[in-house]
């Protein structure tokens, strides 16, 4: 047999058909679980190491003549407190419960400045037990750079924007950040609204960006401009980690400076569209009577706040599940190539766009 295992091989060994092995291996086409399991099994046995597709259930098994690893641990950083209102924190609850079934443990690790200028690791994270890492809220190049070169298993849920510089040797997992963008333009057009700006900070991360290109994209589909004035896309300069004190003086100072209010401003998140919303009212608007505001993430602030914000939903169940399959399927095979993932998200109209 030649050095490199084929799906031919694979089919000869097994006694079955090429199409069924490649069904199995690339999850196409109607199987049985019990052939796709024999077929994986073979093909692990075999050395095979083009998998684009490995389930679960095979992830969480000892394949036979397979090594298991010692490592059990997945390590998650961040730079954040993961408090019950960030879009991560049921993310994070649905990722350790699927994993606790495949008997690994989570650790978290946060990262302080001195970590990051430093280009250190947290004291408490032991590489020698850590089978992965999840980042959540790394957004500093220079760090997410180093992590890459550690030689173990990494996954990104959003990501430093990477646009001008060298690709993250990494899974990333992010949320759908544009197409609900496009359909809330398309409706703020469609009711006449076509005056229409952005708010947030648009190279904090990648998602950020990408709600922005989202903005873009979609006023330039429909023809409209994007006048600077109603992009406020900075903040305050001088300070490393602005506090929202520090970003609502910026955003007043942006916003005294526009000459027409725009009919709606579209948020980065949810707590940038909450800066404003306190902002805009300091200066005498209303909204949504002045302005509309929608923010994204669905945070449980969006739904008790007056008004209550129209925002755009992340499905933190489907993240969960995605963010153990990238990994595990990481950890079982290494030399998959890096992949990008982006789930599911849904509009929600409240009463910030008057329903």
Same mark, same amino acid.
């Given at each position: 047999?030649?050095?490199?295992?084929?799906?031919?091989?694979?089919?000869?060994?097994?006694?079955?058909?090429?199409?069924?092995?490649?069904?199995?291996?690339?999850?196409?086409?109607?199987?049985?679980?019990?052939?796709?399991?024999?077929?994986?099994?073979?093909?692990?046995?075999?050395?095979?190491?083009?998998?684009?597709?490995?389930?679960?259930?095979?992830?969480?098994?000892?394949?036979?003549?397979?090594?298991?690893?010692?490592?059990?641990?997945?390590?998650?950083?961040?730079?954040?407190?993961?408090?019950?209102?960030?879009?991560?924190?049921?993310?994070?609850?649905?990722?350790?419960?699927?994993?606790?079934?495949?008997?690994?443990?989570?650790?978290?690790?946060?990262?302080?400045?001195?970590?990051?200028?430093?280009?250190?690791?947290?004291?408490?994270?032991?590489?020698?037990?850590?089978?992965?890492?999840?980042?959540?809220?790394?957004?500093?190049?220079?760090?997410?750079?180093?992590?890459?070169?550690?030689?173990?298993?990494?996954? $990104? %849920?959003?990501?430093? +924007?990477?646009?001008?510089? /060298?690709?993250?040797?990494?899974?990333?997992? *992010?949320?759908?950040? @544009? #197409?609900?963008?496009?359909? $809330? %333009?398309?409706?703020? +057009?469609?009711?006449?609204? /076509?005056?229409?700006?952005?708010?947030?900070? *648009?190279?904090?991360? @990648? #998602?950020?960006?990408?709600?922005?290109?989202?903005?873009?994209?979609?006023?330039?589909?429909?023809?409209?401009?994007?006048?600077?004035?109603?992009?406020?896309?900075?903040?305050?300069?001088?300070?490393?980690?602005?506090?929202?004190?520090?970003?609502?003086?910026?955003?007043?100072?942006?916003?005294?400076?526009?000459?027409?209010?725009?009919?709606?401003?579209?948020?980065?998140?949810?707590?940038?569209?909450?800066?404003?919303?306190?902002?805009?009212?300091?200066?005498?608007?209303?909204?949504?009577?002045?302005?509309?505001?929608?923010?994204?993430?669905?945070?449980?602030?969006?739904?008790?706040?007056?008004?209550?914000?129209?925002?755009?939903?992340?499905?933190?169940?489907?993240?969960?599940?995605?963010?153990?399959?990238?990994?595990?399927?990481?950890?079982?095979?290494?030399?998959?190539?890096?992949?990008?993932?982006?789930?599911?998200?849904?509009?929600?109209?409240?009463?910030?766009?008057?329903?």
């Amino acid at each position: 047999m030649a050095d490199r295992v084929t799906i031919q091989d694979i089919a000869d060994a097994l006694g079955v058909s090429r199409n069924t092995v490649s069904k199995a291996i690339n999850n196409t086409g109607i199987l049985a679980d019990s052939t796709r399991e024999r077929v994986l099994q073979k093909a692990a046995e075999m050395g095979y190491k083009q998998f684009s597709y490995l389930s679960l259930t095979n992830l969480g098994k000892e394949i036979p003549g397979s090594q298991k690893a010692a490592a059990t641990e997945i390590s998650v950083f961040t730079t954040s407190f993961l408090g019950n209102s960030h879009f991560s924190f049921p993310v994070l609850d649905n990722f350790q419960k699927e994993l606790s079934q495949l008997g690994y443990s989570i650790t978290i690790h946060r990262i302080l400045d001195e970590d990051i200028a430093a280009l250190r690791l947290p004291a408490s994270f032991h590489s020698e037990k850590t089978a992965g890492i999840m980042c959540v809220e790394m957004f500093d190049h220079s760090y997410s750079y180093m992590l890459c070169e550690l030689g173990i298993p990494i996954l $990104f %849920v959003d990501s430093p +924007v990477c646009a001008l510089e /060298k690709p993250l040797r990494a899974d990333q997992l *992010y949320m759908e950040n @544009q #197409s609900n963008i496009y359909s $809330f %333009v398309r409706e703020m +057009v469609q009711r006449g609204k /076509k005056r229409i700006g952005f708010i947030g900070e *648009y190279l904090h991360c @990648q #998602s950020f960006f990408e709600r922005y290109l989202g903005y873009r994209n979609a006023m330039y589909l429909l023809g409209l401009p994007c006048p600077d004035e109603l992009c406020i896309i900075g903040n305050k300069q001088g300070v490393r980690n602005p506090s929202s004190a520090d970003y609502q003086e910026y955003l007043r100072e942006c916003l005294k400076k526009v000459g027409k209010m725009p009919d709606v401003f579209i948020c980065a998140n949810d707590f940038v569209a909450l800066d404003a919303l306190q902002v805009l009212r300091r200066l005498g608007y209303c909204v949504p009577e002045d302005v509309y505001l929608c923010g994204f993430d669905d945070s449980p602030e969006s739904r008790v706040v007056t008004p209550s914000l129209t925002t755009i939903h992340i499905h933190s169940q489907i993240m969960g599940f995605s963010a153990v399959h990238l990994l595990m399927s990481r950890i079982k095979e290494p030399s998959l190539n890096f992949r990008t993932l982006h789930t599911e998200t849904s509009l929600i109209y409240r009463e910030s766009t008057k329903g």
